[in-house]
């Protein structure tokens, strides 16, 4: 049975989050592949990673990035690379989901490799 919002099939880990949900598409040593949606009006934690850079690919939607302190207006079929270590967010700042594949790289890949500077939803 596939979680709500997704089709085909759905082999790895779903995690559940105040701004939406990810799925763990693919994962080997290096490397691990998410689809990532975002509700409209929400946006992800101000972050940091030590051990891992991400490419994001927008799939649907429209978001706003923060990068570094930079912004980056982001619509359905552009990419953007996160550096180890840039400060991040994404933000949905459309009406309908954003969607997001997002390829990370790096000797560490664990859902702990988060450092929260921002969030919206109090954690830390």
């Known amino acids: 049975m ?3 919002g997704t089709s085909g099939p759905w082999p790895g880990e779903r995690g ?3 701004w939406g949900f990810y799925l763990v598409l693919y994962e080997e040593k290096g490397c691990k592949v998410k689809r990532f949606l975002v509700r409209p009006g929400k946006r992800l934690s101000l972050q940091r990673h030590r051990h891992r850079a ?3 690919h927008l799939v649907r939607g429209e978001a706003l990035v923060n990068r570094d302190g ?4 982001m619509e359905a079929g552009q990419s953007l690379d ?3 270590g840039a400060v991040h967010r994404i933000e949905n ?3 309908e989901d954003v969607v997001v594949i997002e390829v990370q790289t790096g000797p560490y890949l664990g859902e ?8 919206d939803f ?3």
């Open 2 to 4: 596939n979680p709500k």
């Open 16 to 18: 559940d989050r105040p």
């Open 54 to 56: 991400e490419h994001w």
């Open 70 to 73: 930079e912004e980056i207006r």
């Open 82 to 84: 996160i550096p180890r």
């Open 93 to 95: 700042v459309g009406r």
């Open 112 to 119: 702990d490799d988060i450092e929260r500077l921002e969030d």
């Open 122 to 124: 109090g954690r830390s």
